[in-house]
């Protein structure tokens, strides 16, 4: 079988071509609804060799062909890795042209892997390179003239890792702050006891790490949300303080300030916080980094609604409810629910880092405003599900106990992104029905599939897919 697909960037070709060479690409182009992990970025083009990791310990290993390579115009990727290599027969050529709109990007690829697959993966694939580079047309006016030195805590999460793809496909330095083993381009760090020259020649520090927060809420579970937040943020933000060149701090935050239920009040940056643990938790958070602000450093506290992903987090637990025909809303699916795309949610922290106008608290939701039968209904149209079997309260309980229930699934908020409407800013994915379909797979491509067919010989065993 083979697919060629085309698609205009809105960039010059020797920009779409750069974005390619540099680190982070490669994880912004995986699909998060396919069993293909990242794991080795090829270091070269023309002869380099990319690693995605599959399911059962299995590897994709492509090597990159330098027989059809053509700087800036042409690089192919060929499967080399038994078995899989035999399964898949895998060839990729990208080819870059200039067109009157930017760059003229298309996708040729043989292989014997079903067609429905690759339509999915390469209308992904479209959707993230477009979209990145239009989000990068809206901030080039806050670009500086040399590229920015950014250190990272929290890399390996969801959110780390996507934000530092972007940051690095953006022409940025990422430096990782690990907790030991530090390669090259990391950095040990001790979140109780930070070394003094941790943040050496760092223009800005973003701060994600911490217990997850998603769990039963034991009293061992809640001790460790508290301490793996309060005092290594205070510890960060106190080395932010004193540095000489560090200027920005851009901090993990959540929408559980607000307190687990404030009925149809509408929850901007300016509200009062909430009553329970999360707004305890939290409002102790953002005060940790007051050291910092008050020093004259720029400190950004970024409030996350739940984050919408296929890789990670809520989504995955639902798929798997709605897949096995159990999906439903939480009771009457009345109750308010602020969430965010991951894409979103790094465009937030990437405008964050470039933007000196935002400091302070910021709302990162959806501005479309979502209950959960919002979700419920999208969820059932994108997994083709069923949806009429409601959740009830004692369900999450069971999970997450009495109040980890109140305080997370069953959370009742209708929060708003207030500063980031006041600043104009531009959702990529708005509403739910958009956010799912790209982190679930069903996008449609950008034309049409110019060829899609298999082999003849294959048509003849009934193997076309």
Same mark, same amino acid.
């Given at each position: 079988m083979s697919l060629t697909t085309s698609h205009v960037v809105p960039a010059p070709r020797e920009r779409v071509w750069e974005w390619h060479t540099r680190p982070g690409a490669l994880v912004r182009l995986a699909p998060p609804f396919l069993p293909m992990t990242p794991m080795k970025q090829a270091d070269k083009l023309s002869d380099g060799t990319t690693i995605f990791g599959l399911p059962a310990g299995l590897k994709w290993v492509s090597r990159h062909d330098l027989s059809n390579y053509r700087r800036g115009h042409r690089f192919t990727d060929v499967c080399?890795?038994?078995?899989?290599?035999?399964?898949?027969? /895998?060839?990729? #050529?990208?080819?870059? +042209?200039?067109?009157?709109?930017?760059t003229l990007v298309t996708d040729t690829v043989t292989t014997r892997l079903p067609a429905a697959a690759m339509t999915s993966f390469f209308a992904y694939r479209q959707q993230q390179l477009i979209n990145d580079f239009r989000f990068l047309e809206r901030i080039c006016h806050l670009q500086p003239e040399q590229p920015l030195r950014i250190a990272l805590t929290g890399s390996r999460g969801l959110v780390g890792r996507a934000v530092m793809a972007q940051l690095g496909t953006a022409g940025h330095e990422v430096i990782q702050l690990v907790r030991r083993n530090a390669k090259p381009y990391q950095r040990v760090w001790d979140p109780f006891h930070p070394a003094p020259d941790l943040l050496d020649g760092v223009d800005v520090l973003i701060h994600l790490a911490g217990e997850p927060i998603f769990g039963r809420f034991s009293?061992?579970?809640?001790?460790?949300?508290?301490?793996?937040? %309060?005092?290594?943020?205070?510890?960060?933000?106190?080395?932010?303080?004193?540095?000489?060149?560090?200027?920005?701090?851009?901090? +993990?935050?959540a929408v559980g300030i607000y307190g687990a239920d404030r009925g149809d009040e509408v929850l901007t940056e300016t509200s009062e916080r909430g009553e329970g643990f999360l707004a305890d938790v939290v409002a102790e958070w953002e005060a940790a980094t007051v050291v910092?602000?008050?020093?004259?450093?720029?400190?950004?506290? #970024?409030?996350?609604?739940?984050?919408?992903?296929? %890789?990670?987090?809520?989504?995955?637990?639902?798929?798997?409810?709605?897949?096995?025909?159990? $999906?439903?809303?939480?009771?009457? $699916?009345?109750? /308010?629910?602020? /969430?965010?795309?991951?894409?979103?949610?790094?465009?937030?922290?990437?405008?964050?880092?470039?933007?000196?106008?935002?400091?302070?608290? #910021?709302?990162?939701?959806?501005? #479309?405003?979502?209950?959960?039968?919002?979700?419920?209904?999208?969820?059932?149209s994108q997994l083709r599900r069923p949806a009429f079997i409601p959740i009830p309260s004692i369900g999450p309980a069971i999970i997450l106990g009495r109040q980890g229930a109140q305080e997370l699934a069953l959370a009742n908020q209708r929060v708003a992104p207030q500063m980031l409407i006041d600043a104009d800013h531009t959702f990529r994915y708005p509403t739910l029905d958009a956010a799912l379909a790209h982190e679930l797979g069903g996008e449609d491509l950008f034309d049409k599939v110019r060829e899609l067919e298999a082999p003849e010989e294959e048509k003849q065993l009934g193997l076309d897919g």
């Amino acid at each position: 079988m083979s697919l060629t697909t085309s698609h205009v960037v809105p960039a010059p070709r020797e920009r779409v071509w750069e974005w390619h060479t540099r680190p982070g690409a490669l994880v912004r182009l995986a699909p998060p609804f396919l069993p293909m992990t990242p794991m080795k970025q090829a270091d070269k083009l023309s002869d380099g060799t990319t690693i995605f990791g599959l399911p059962a310990g299995l590897k994709w290993v492509s090597r990159h062909d330098l027989s059809n390579y053509r700087r800036g115009h042409r690089f192919t990727d060929v499967c080399t890795s038994a078995p899989v290599k035999t399964l898949a027969n /895998w060839r990729h #050529v990208h080819e870059f +042209a200039d067109h009157p709109d930017g760059t003229l990007v298309t996708d040729t690829v043989t292989t014997r892997l079903p067609a429905a697959a690759m339509t999915s993966f390469f209308a992904y694939r479209q959707q993230q390179l477009i979209n990145d580079f239009r989000f990068l047309e809206r901030i080039c006016h806050l670009q500086p003239e040399q590229p920015l030195r950014i250190a990272l805590t929290g890399s390996r999460g969801l959110v780390g890792r996507a934000v530092m793809a972007q940051l690095g496909t953006a022409g940025h330095e990422v430096i990782q702050l690990v907790r030991r083993n530090a390669k090259p381009y990391q950095r040990v760090w001790d979140p109780f006891h930070p070394a003094p020259d941790l943040l050496d020649g760092v223009d800005v520090l973003i701060h994600l790490a911490g217990e997850p927060i998603f769990g039963r809420f034991s009293e061992s579970h809640k001790q460790a949300i508290r301490d793996s937040r %309060i005092t290594p943020t205070h510890r960060l933000a106190r080395l932010v303080a004193d540095s000489p060149t560090v200027h920005t701090m851009i901090a +993990a935050s959540a929408v559980g300030i607000y307190g687990a239920d404030r009925g149809d009040e509408v929850l901007t940056e300016t509200s009062e916080r909430g009553e329970g643990f999360l707004a305890d938790v939290v409002a102790e958070w953002e005060a940790a980094t007051v050291v910092a602000a008050e020093a004259g450093k720029r400190v950004l506290n #970024v409030r996350f609604g739940s984050i919408m992903s296929g %890789i990670s987090g809520m989504l995955p637990v639902l798929k798997a409810l709605f897949s096995t025909g159990l $999906g439903g809303s939480f009771g009457d $699916g009345n109750i /308010w629910f602020p /969430w965010v795309s991951l894409d979103d949610a790094t465009d937030i922290l990437t405008r964050g880092v470039l933007d000196p106008t935002w400091s302070g608290p #910021v709302n990162a939701v959806s501005p #479309v405003e979502s209950r959960n039968r919002d979700l419920t209904a999208a969820l059932s149209s994108q997994l083709r599900r069923p949806a009429f079997i409601p959740i009830p309260s004692i369900g999450p309980a069971i999970i997450l106990g009495r109040q980890g229930a109140q305080e997370l699934a069953l959370a009742n908020q209708r929060v708003a992104p207030q500063m980031l409407i006041d600043a104009d800013h531009t959702f990529r994915y708005p509403t739910l029905d958009a956010a799912l379909a790209h982190e679930l797979g069903g996008e449609d491509l950008f034309d049409k599939v110019r060829e899609l067919e298999a082999p003849e010989e294959e048509k003849q065993l009934g193997l076309d897919g």
